[in-house]
């Protein structure tokens, strides 16, 4: 079973600070991927990467950083937090080479922006 | 983003019943990823599939690229199986799944 971890589980954070969202994953995967859920909606995608040193923008990327320091950790930085990225956040992993293949996601990060 | 729609919105079924769930698409798929959000948040992964149909227990789920749609079909509903499914789709020209709004099903005695 792949072993997605994410760190905090719960923040709350002001306006304006900074925010980094960390996810780690021991499955040897390429893709990681950092998702934002809110309440009552589906996932959205912010950033992904599919090789360390590289990331690539989803389709919500504004307001968010991403770093992929080595295969195992994917970063989501929010420079200046703001009251709209109140949400939780979800990472994923996924071993994706020519096709389809499931993604493995961690418990996910409830952030509360005040 | 690809468009991607889930429906019902939600579903209410007593338990035993049976029903499917179905996601659109606009454009051809490489493949699809059903999940299961329970009551805790957790997602659970219940299939992925490239092609075809592949069943699991009470759960089976078909894919039609050629159609551009995908279904789960639920029988013998357990209370267990509330919660919200969501599929995922990744087109062929990109690497990153894309979710649907889900569907939320409430299994009741």
């Known amino acids: 079973e792949a072993a997605v971890t994410q760190s905090p589980r719960s923040k709350v954070a002001v306006t304006g600070g900074k925010v980094t969202l960390s996810c780690h994953q021991t499955?040897?995967?390429?893709?990681m991927y950092w998702y934002r859920q809110d309440t009552g909606h589906g996932l959205r995608l912010i950033h992904y990467?599919?090789?360390?040193?590289?990331?690539e923008k989803g389709d919500i990327p504004d307001g968010y950083k991403a770093s992929r320091p080595s295969q195992e950790n994917f970063s989501l930085i929010l420079e200046l937090a703001s009251l709209s990225q109140t949400a939780v956040y979800f990472c994923?992993?996924?071993?994706?080479?020519?096709?389809?293949?499931?993604?493995?996601f961690g418990p996910g990060t409830r952030l509360l922006v005040l | 983003g690809m468009p991607v729609e889930q429906n019902p919105p939600a579903l209410s079924l007593y338990e035993g019943a049976e029903s499917g769930l179905r996601c659109n698409f606009s454009?051809?798929?490489?493949?699809v990823q059903w999940f299961q959000q329970n009551h805790r948040g957790r997602l659970i992964t219940l299939f992925y599939l490239a092609q075809g149909t592949k069943e699991n227990g009470r759960l089976k789920s078909t894919f039609n690229s050629k159609e551009r749609y995908s279904t789960l079909h639920i029988k013998d509903a357990q209370l267990e199986d509330s919660g919200t499914y969501f599929c995922?789709?990744?087109?062929?020209?990109?690497?990153?799944?894309?979710f649907g709004a889900g569907t939320k099903l409430s299994v009741k005695p």
């Open positions: 995922a789709v990744e087109a062929t020209n990109n690497n990153a799944p894309r």
């Open positions: 990467s599919y090789v360390a040193d590289s990331t």
């Open positions: 499955n040897n995967h390429d893709y």
């Open positions: 454009t051809t798929m490489k493949g």
């Open positions: 994923a992993s996924s071993d994706a080479g020519t096709g389809v293949d499931t993604q493995y």
